[in-house]
C-alpha cells in the first residue's frame, strides 16, 4: 500500500488544504499550488500535527536536508558499485567513447 493512497487524495490532504485556506503555513502568502508535507519526513505518518500545506518553495527548504542526504547516500554507493566494478575488470568502468586527444 502506497502512503499517497485513497484516504490521502480524499480525506487526509483536502483536510490539511482546508485548514491552511489556500495559504502557505510557513511563509503565509496565498499560493495557486500548494503540497502537504510531512514535516519529519515520514509519508506513513498522517497525524494532523505533522502535516502542513506549504507552498513550492517552502516544500523544497523544508525537504532540501533530506534530500541531499539522499542524494549523497545514493552516489556514494553508485561509486562503490563503480570502483568494485573497476577493480573486477569491467568494460563498464570503460569511457563510451574515446575523443581524438586519448587517441
Given at each position: ?15 490539511i488544504l482546508a485548514r ?52 549523497h547516500e545514493t ?29
Amino acid at each position: 500500500m502506497t502512503p499517497y493512497g485513497h484516504r490521502w487524495r480524499t480525506v487526509t490532504r483536502p483536510r490539511i488544504l482546508a485548514r491552511a485556506g489556500g495559504r502557505c503555513e510557513r511563509c503565509g502568502f496565498a499560493h495557486y499550488f500548494i503540497d502537504v508535507a510531512h514535516l519529519d519526513q515520514n509519508p506513513a505518518n498522517d497525524d494532523e500535527t505533522n502535516l502542513a500545506a506549504l507552498c513550492r518553495l517552502d516544500h523544497r527548504r523544508h525537504d532540501l536536508s533530506t534530500w541531499r542526504r539522499k542524494c549523497h547516500e545514493t552516489r556514494a554507493k553508485e561509486s562503490a558499485i563503480f570502483v568494485v566494478l573497476c577493480y573486477q575488470g569491467s568494460s563498464e568502468c570503460l569511457p563510451d567513447k574515446v575523443g581524438p586527444a586519448e587517441v
